[in-house]
Each structure stands twice: as structure tokens, then as C-alpha cells.
């Protein structure tokens, strides 16, 4: 659902946001969009954003979305309502059977040059409301037609309605890592997701196996003609590239949480605690710049004119966000 919203810049560099009663200064404009979501999450008046959880791996095998399915399942037994919005099981039976009693929203069948293709029926998704979405591979391209060109556009506006969302990511579809992959590989990557949408998720888990244990299990047939039968699989799936990706998929995890940390501050006690956090972090050995925003409640019309005269904004027309 689209919010009105204000905003303004600051000689290129910065950005004023004010949101209905609530107003902060932000500089370095590569964080406008993360204060801009940090803003609606703290002082929105509508359903706080899900959250994102992304299991990370470094090839197609690894175990990636049967460790979500199994995180699923414990998150059913703990009495949280959970569906599965789309699965892609590729036949493998031990991935099958670990669905067992989920919910499964039916796919929506799009024709496309006359074949019918599945895709994730957002709309049953959005309207079913559970407490916690799984979506498998993030880095999809949806079929023309469908509601988002992405899926992982499907998955953002399922956070936007409050759904946390559990999803799958291979190391060579994260849009910076992409041309160090295809150096890799030789092989061009095709579908990519921004980083941004790495930094909004709430944690990245990485599914780790040694290079050699996936080989095996190519070799094997374990991971079922979807791997073993691709004429690619000698050249990319060779354990000297899998363990390039695999240290790949490491470091990018272990440079988490994001170098830049932004914190809104209004004197609340969660505000508090998320200072306290960053303390604990800190503590913990993270290295980051951390960014405080005074997030104050805008009391009369004169203190609306002192913030945007402090602001300067050159542009007061409302966007939709």
C-alpha cells in the first residue's frame, strides 16, 4: 500500500525526510533509502515490515532450502502460522518429504507463448496473511504477466503487508558479486538481486558444504537430473570453482552486519535497546560507522517551518514511497 510521504535533498549529499509528525536529518546518501525504511518502521502508522531471513549458499546443492524447510517446520511447532508460497523441490525426495504438513498456496498459472508456466500466486499470499511466507529462490525472474517483473520484488511487497519471509540465494546472484562469479565460472550470470536487499534482511544464514561433499553428491545423482543432467556441470560445478564460491559466500556473510549502522533515536525504550544493541556489537568485535538519527515529534506548524527551513528543501510535493 503506497504512504504519503515527503522528501527533500540537501545538496546532493544528504536527505531531509519528514513522515507525518516525525522528521530527521540523514547525510551520506547512500543511506537515504535505509533511513527512509528505519523512519517507517519506528514511527509508521501502519503494520511494522516483516522480516527477511535469507539462506545463503555458494552453488545450486547445498542444502539451502531444505535447511529452510526444516527451520519451517520448527517454526509450525512453535505455534507460528506458516505457508509455503513457493518450493522448489527439483524432485529431490529427502526435500519432498521434509514439506510434509505445510501449507502450500497453489501456484498461478500464467500462459506465456503458449506454454503455461507457475509462478507464486502473490495475491493468495498477501490475502492468506500468514505470520511467515517461505519463497524459494529469491533471485528468480518472474514469467511476463506476472504482478512483478521479480521475485524478489513479490518478496518485499509481502514484508511491506507485515509477513516475515524466509528465502533462498546462491553467492553468484548477489548483484556486486556477480562479475567476480562469472571470472570464476566462465559462465555470464543472468538474474541478480541488488544488495540493498541483502543489507534490509534481518539475518543471512550461510548453508556450508565443502566443495568436495557437493561434488560427491553431483556424482552421485543425489541432487537429481536438474544438476547431474546439465552439460555445464563439469565446468561449473568443478570442486576447484566450488571452493572459490564457497570462500566467496563466507566472506561476504562474515562482513555482516553492514559497515554502516543506523540507529533512530526518540528517547523510547526500544530506541534504548537498539542503542544498547550496537554497544553489544561493538563489544563483540564488529567493526562499523554508526549514524543516530534525533527522531522528534513535530509540534505545532512553526516547528514544521523550522525543520524545513533547516532541511532547505527545494521540492515539497509528495511521493508516493
Same mark, same amino acid.
Given at each position: 500500500m503506497p504512504c504519503l510521504s515527503y522528501k527533500w535533498s540537501i545538496d546532493g549529499k544528504a536527505l531531509f525526510l519528514l513522515y507525518r509528525s516525525a522528521t530527521a536529518c540523514v547525510f551520506e546518501a547512500g543511506l537515504c533509502d535505509c533511513a527512509w525504511m528505519t523512519i517507517m *518502521?519506528?514511527? $509508521?502508522? *501502519?503494520l511494522p515490515p516483516g522480516r527477511l531471513k535469507i539462506f545463503l549458499g555458494a552453488a545450486p546443492g547445498v542444502g539451502k532450502t531444505f535447511i529452510m524447510l526444516r527451520e519451517a517446520q520448527q517454526r509450525r511447532r512453535e505455534g507460528r502460522d506458516v505457508v509455503v508460497g513457493l518450493i522448489e523441490t527439483h524432485g529431490r525426495q529427502r526435500t519432498?518429504?521434509?514439506l510434509g504438513d505445510l501449507e502450500v498456496v497453489p501456484r498461478k498459472t %500464467?500462459?506465456?507463448k503458449g506454454h503455461l508456466i507457475a509462478e507464486m500466486d502473490i495475491e493468495k499470499v498477501l490475502a492468506r496473511k500468514p505470520d511467515l511466507a517461505i519463497v524459494d529462490e529469491l533471485a528468480h525472474s518472474n514469467v511476463a504477466g506476472s504482478r512483478n517483473a521479480k521475485r524478489y520484488l513479490d518478496v518485499l511487497e509481502l514484508l511491506d503487508a507485515g509477513i516475515d519471509v524466509h528465502t533462498t540465494l546462491? #553467492? /553468484?546472484? %548477489?548483484?556486486s558479486l556477480s562479475t567476480t562469479v562469472a571470472k570464476i565460472t566462465w559462465v555470464p550470470v543472468g538474474e541478480t538481486v541488488p544488495d540493498r536487499l541483502l543489507d534490509l534482511a534481518d539475518e543471512v544464514e550461510v548453508v556450508d558444504l565443502p566443495a568436495g561433499d557437493l561434488v *560427491?553428491?553431483?556424482?552421485?545423482g543425489e541432487l537429481g537430473? =536438474? #544438476?547431474? $543432467?546439465?552439460?555445464s556441470t563439469r565446468t561449473i560445478f568443478s570442486e576447484r570453482k566450488l571452493s572459490a564460491l564457497r570462500e566467496l559466500a563466507l566472506r561476504f556473510a562474515k562482513r555482516r552486519p553492514a559497515r554502516r549502522i543506523l540507529v533512530p533515536f526518540d $528517547? +523510547?525504550? =526500544?530506541? #534504548?535497546?537498539?542503542? /544498547?544493541?550496537v554497544i553489544a556489537l561493538a563489544r563483540a568485535g564488529h /567493526? +562499523?560507522? #554508526?549514524?543516530?538519527l534525533n527522531v522528534q515529534a513535530v509540534s505545532s506548524d512553526a516547528d514544521r517551518d523550522r525543520a524545513e527551513r533547516t532541511g532547505k528543501p527545494y521540492s515539497n510535493k509528495p511521493t508516493n514511497c
Amino acid at each position: 500500500m503506497p504512504c504519503l510521504s515527503y522528501k527533500w535533498s540537501i545538496d546532493g549529499k544528504a536527505l531531509f525526510l519528514l513522515y507525518r509528525s516525525a522528521t530527521a536529518c540523514v547525510f551520506e546518501a547512500g543511506l537515504c533509502d535505509c533511513a527512509w525504511m528505519t523512519i517507517m *518502521r519506528e514511527v $509508521g502508522e *501502519r503494520l511494522p515490515p516483516g522480516r527477511l531471513k535469507i539462506f545463503l549458499g555458494a552453488a545450486p546443492g547445498v542444502g539451502k532450502t531444505f535447511i529452510m524447510l526444516r527451520e519451517a517446520q520448527q517454526r509450525r511447532r512453535e505455534g507460528r502460522d506458516v505457508v509455503v508460497g513457493l518450493i522448489e523441490t527439483h524432485g529431490r525426495q529427502r526435500t519432498e518429504k521434509l514439506l510434509g504438513d505445510l501449507e502450500v498456496v497453489p501456484r498461478k498459472t %500464467i500462459e506465456y507463448k503458449g506454454h503455461l508456466i507457475a509462478e507464486m500466486d502473490i495475491e493468495k499470499v498477501l490475502a492468506r496473511k500468514p505470520d511467515l511466507a517461505i519463497v524459494d529462490e529469491l533471485a528468480h525472474s518472474n514469467v511476463a504477466g506476472s504482478r512483478n517483473a521479480k521475485r524478489y520484488l513479490d518478496v518485499l511487497e509481502l514484508l511491506d503487508a507485515g509477513i516475515d519471509v524466509h528465502t533462498t540465494l546462491n #553467492v /553468484q546472484h %548477489i548483484e556486486s558479486l556477480s562479475t567476480t562469479v562469472a571470472k570464476i565460472t566462465w559462465v555470464p550470470v543472468g538474474e541478480t538481486v541488488p544488495d540493498r536487499l541483502l543489507d534490509l534482511a534481518d539475518e543471512v544464514e550461510v548453508v556450508d558444504l565443502p566443495a568436495g561433499d557437493l561434488v *560427491r553428491r553431483i556424482e552421485e545423482g543425489e541432487l537429481g537430473a =536438474s #544438476v547431474h $543432467g546439465r552439460p555445464s556441470t563439469r565446468t561449473i560445478f568443478s570442486e576447484r570453482k566450488l571452493s572459490a564460491l564457497r570462500e566467496l559466500a563466507l566472506r561476504f556473510a562474515k562482513r555482516r552486519p553492514a559497515r554502516r549502522i543506523l540507529v533512530p533515536f526518540d $528517547g +523510547s525504550p =526500544s530506541a #534504548v535497546r537498539a542503542i /544498547q544493541h550496537v554497544i553489544a556489537l561493538a563489544r563483540a568485535g564488529h /567493526q +562499523s560507522e #554508526v549514524f543516530i538519527l534525533n527522531v522528534q515529534a513535530v509540534s505545532s506548524d512553526a516547528d514544521r517551518d523550522r525543520a524545513e527551513r533547516t532541511g532547505k528543501p527545494y521540492s515539497n510535493k509528495p511521493t508516493n514511497c
